[in-house]
C-alpha cells in the first residue's frame, strides 16, 4: 500500500517575520507541494494567536489553490460553531466551483482559540454540543440541497449551484467526533498533533459503525508534527524547540516562540521533562530514514493509507527541505509538469 502524505499549514509566523511573510510563505510551499505530489493542503482556522496568520482557511484556500494545479485543498478545519452554517455552505460551494473535485471541508467544533474570543466571532453561539449536532445536519442538507419538509432548507438554498460538493472530513482529538463522522457518514482525521491517545481506537470505531449511503466508505487520516532533517543535529535543534513550545502552549504561552539558543540550556524540572517525554508521542522528527520508519508504523498503528504533516521550523527554507526530505522517502509522485524540469 502505497502511503499518501498531506500538508496540515498552521500559517506559523517565524520569530522575526510577520503575517504578511508567512502567508507568502504559505504561497510557496503550496506550489511545492503540488509539484512533489502530496495528495492535500489543508489550513487550519485559529483566532487570538499572534504567532499565526491564519484565522480564515476558506479566504486562503481560494488564494492558494490558484497557484497550483493537482493537489486538493480544504480547511483543517473550520470551527463550525464559529460560524453560521448558510455562510460555511456558501463558501465551500463558491470554492468548489472554481476548483471542481479538489476541495476538502475539515470541519471541527474546538473554538479555535480563547472562548472570549469564539463568543465574539459568533454572539448566538452557546458552545452547546447539540447545536453542533444540528449544524452538521444542516450544512450536509445545504451542500446537497436535501428538501427536508417542514425545514428551512425548502426555502433556502446555498449558492452557487454546482454539481459536485466538497469531500466532508470530521477532525477530532478527543476521539468522540469519530463517531459523529460515522454517523453521518463523514471521512475523518485524528490530530495526533494534539492528543497522542486513543487515536487507533477512535479510527476502529468509526470504521465499525460506518453508515455511508452506499457510495461512501470510511477513509481516515491522521495528523502529526513531523519535521525530517539532512542531519541528526538539526533535527535534534528542532525536536529541542519543539519540547519547549509545547510544554509553554500547555501553560498558556501560546504566542511564545523562542530560538534554539534560547532555550537549549533550559533545565526541566522531573514533572516537566515527563510532560515533555508525553508531548514528543505527537511529534516525530529525524533525518529521512528515521522519519520515515517512524510515520510509516504510525500509519499502521492507526491502519489509515495518509498522514497529514504539520511542520514547524525556525527557518523558511529548512520547512521546505524538510517536505522534499519526505517526499524523497516516500517516493511521491511529482506533477507531470515537475517531472519535465
Known amino acids: 500500500m ?16 510577520t503575517a504578511v ?11 511545492l507541494a503540488d509539484k512533489l505530489g502530496y495528495t492535500r493542503y489543508w489550513l487550519s482556522e ?15 484556500i481560494a488564494r492558494l489553490a490558484a497557484e497550483t494545479k493537482h ?12 460560524h453560521s452554517t448558510l455562510k460555511v455552505a456558501e463558501n465551500f460551494r463558491l470554492l468548489e466551483a472554481l476548483y471542481p473535485g479538489r476541495i476538502d471541508l475539515g470541519i471541527g467544533r474546538a473554538p479555535g482559540g480563547d472562548r472570549l474570543t469564539a463568543s465574539l466571532l459568533n454572539p448566538s453561539n452557546t458552545f452547546d454540543p447539540q447545536e453542533y449536532l444540528t449544524q452538521i445536519i444542516d450544512l450536509k442538507a445545504f451542500l446537497s440541497e436535501d428538501v427536508r419538509p417542514g425545514t428551512v432548507h425548502e426555502k433556502v438554498k446555498a449558492i452557487p ?20 463522522a460515522a454517523h453521518f457518514g463523514m471521512s475523518l482525521s485524528f490530530a495526533q498533533f494534539i492528543n497522542p491517545v486513543g487515536g487507533p481506537e477512535a479510527v476502529a470505531a468509526y470504521r465499525k459503525l460506518f453508515k455511508g449511503d452506499g457510495s461512501q466508505t470510511p477513509q481516515a487520516s491522521v495528523s502529526i508534527f513531523a519535521f525530517c532533517g539532512d542531519t541528526e ?3 535534534a535543534q528542532v525536536q529541542a ?3 519547549y513550545r509545547l510544554l509553554s502552549i500547555e501553560r498558556g504561552k501560546i504566542d511564545e516562540a523562542p530560538s534554539y539558543e534560547a532555550i537549549k540550556d533550559y533545565e526541566y524540572s522531573r514533572e516537566e521533562w515527563a510532560r515533555v517525554q508525553y508531548n514528543r508521542m505527537r511529534t516525530v522528527t529525524g533525518t529521512p530514514d528515521v522519519v520515515k520508519e517512524k ?9 489509515v493509507d495518509e498522514v497529514m504533516i504539520a511542520t514547524f521550523a525556525d527557518h523558511h527554507e529548512d520547512r521546505l527541505r524538510s517536505y522534499t526530505l519526505l517526499a524523497e522517502q516516500f517516493s511521491l509522485v511529482p506533477a507531470p509538469e515537475a517531472i519535465m524540469r
Not at 502505497?2 to 517575520?17: A, E, F, M, N, W
Not at 499572534?50 to 486562503?60: D, H, N, Q, R, Y
Open 71 to 82: 493537489i486538493r485543498f480544504g480547511s483543517g478545519g473550520i470551527m463550525l460553531p464559529n
Open 2 to 17: 502505497q502511503l499518501k502524505l498531506s500538508v496540515l499549514d498552521q500559517t506559523p509566523i517565524r520569530r522575526g517575520s
Open 233 to 235: 543535529e538539526k533535527a
Open 46 to 60: 485559529h483566532h487570538n494567536i499572534t504567532t499565526l496568520a491564519g484565522a480564515a482557511p476558506e479566504v486562503l
Open 161 to 180: 449551484r454546482v454539481e459536485t460538493i466538497p469531500d466532508l472530513w470530521m477532525l477530532t482529538s478527543s476521539g468522540e467526533s469519530a463517531y459523529l
Open 295 to 303: 510515520i510509516t508504523k504510525l500509519a499502521e498503528q492507526f491502519a
Open 241 to 243: 524547540v519543539m519540547d
Open 21 to 31: 511573510e508567512a502567508l507568502q510563505e504559505s504561497v510557496a510551499l503550496a506550489r
